[in-house]
């Protein structure tokens, strides 16, 4: 199992990131209003996960941003921020911060995708929620790119991401 840290203390993983080369773990999470996402839903599209652990802490909402950013230029993909918040926080955030090309995605109803992502946290202050990290997904929902952040209050590799994306 994969391990990160929170301001330098250990935190335990449920698992490992899915490994690169390897078929996308299907999801249920539930977008702004309500309804059930999988990635049966964006079909076709290149895919780019931000987990976070809530948009509600400043790194979170870095990351949110500097996605949003990118992906205004990008018609063959879509970038979906993942997190433990509610899609009501999430859409206060998003309308709030103008943020409108990235999908927020919620685990509300089951903590599975943080499980199948092996990036649930299972000890310390943040047990429950999801380690910070990036996954992208070619068209076909293929694993083109894993990143598990060493220090969850640090930022990801934008520039890698995008790059694989």
């Not at 698992?15 to 249920?28: R, T």
């Not at 943080?114 to 000890?123: H, M, N, P």
């Not at 293929?142 to 598990?148: H, N």
């Amino acid at each position: 199992m994969a391990q990160t840290a929170l301001q330098g203390n250990p935190v335990a993983l449920s698992g490992d990131l899915p490994a690169v080369g390897s078929p996308a773990p299907d999801f249920k999470l539930v977008d702004k209003d309500l309804a059930d996402k999988s990635l049966a839903d964006f079909a076709g599209k290149k895919k780019l996960l931000n987990i976070v652990p809530s948009l509600d802490t400043p790194v979170c909402a870095t990351s949110t941003k500097k996605f949003n950013e990118a992906m205004a230029a990008k018609t063959d993909a879509v970038a979906l921020v993942v997190s433990a918040d509610l899609p009501f926080a999430m859409g206060r955030f998003c309308g709030a911060e103008g943020v409108d090309n990235v999908i927020g995605l919620s685990m509300m109803r089951s903590r599975n995708f943080a499980k199948d992502y092996g990036v649930l946290i299972e000890d310390g202050p943040l047990a429950g929620i999801t380690a910070r990290a990036v996954v992208v997904l070619d068209a076909d929902d293929k694993v083109v790119y894993t990143q598990l952040v060493p220090e969850i209050t640090q930022e990801p590799d934008y520039e890698a991401a995008l790059a694989a994306l």
